[in-house]
DNA sequence: GCCAACGTTGGC
DNA sequence: GCCAACGTTGGC
């Protein structure tokens, strides 16, 4: 099991959108960088990610979780693209911002902070801990 | 809307 | 295989 983190500008795909699709999810398609789709490749069913809203927004703002593994990239003939599907779990009960994972030292070395322009990112699990509980969740999905 | 960072492309 | 040009991302 492991954690990531996906992003996305609320005004294209929103953490609402998503939560819309309900169970059966959302491919997670539009991914053109090795780097992100080889992360979701690494990905298994079940595994955990964080909703980050970037542009507008500028932070985590629910759960998801993967529930189809990375399978080609419905939007496009190049076979090189891949991607996976997620569906939403649980609303961050206090959205925790940039700014906020910034100021937390224990989160200097986060993807978010350190590879800032990576759209799908892994996150550690002392991360992934830190995060729900800032963001208000006692109980974090693992 | 600007611009810095950075990934990708393509000529050589 | 290098590197300049170019395009995109994303914080501000």
């Known amino acids: 099991m492991a954690y990531w983190l996906f992003k996305s500008e609320p005004f294209k795909f929103s953490w609402q959108m998503l ?6 999810g959302e491919e997670w398609d539009g991914v053109r960088n090795y780097q992100a789709r080889n992360n979701m490749r690494a ?9 980050y809203h970037s542009n507008e927004g500028l932070e985590v703002v629910g759960i998801c979780e ?3 593994l990375a399978h080609h990239d419905s939007t496009t003939d190049d076979p090189r693209w ?3 599907d997620i569906r939403a779990v ?15 030292p224990k989160l200097a070395d986060m993807a978010l902070v350190t590879s800032m322009r ?6 550690k699990e002392d991360e992934w801990l830190e995060v729900c509980r800032m963001g208000g969740l006692d109980n974090p999905p693992r």
Do not use: H, R
């Open 66 to 68: 993967v529930c189809a």
């Open 90 to 104: 649980a609303d961050m009960p206090k959205p925790v911002t940039l700014k906020d994972v910034k100021a937390n």
């Open 43 to 51: 990905m298994e069913i079940g595994d955990k990610g964080f909703f």
């Open 82 to 84: 891949e991607c996976v």
């Open 118 to 123: 990576l759209s799908v990112q892994p996150v």
């Open 19 to 24: 939560k819309d699709k309900g169970a059966a």
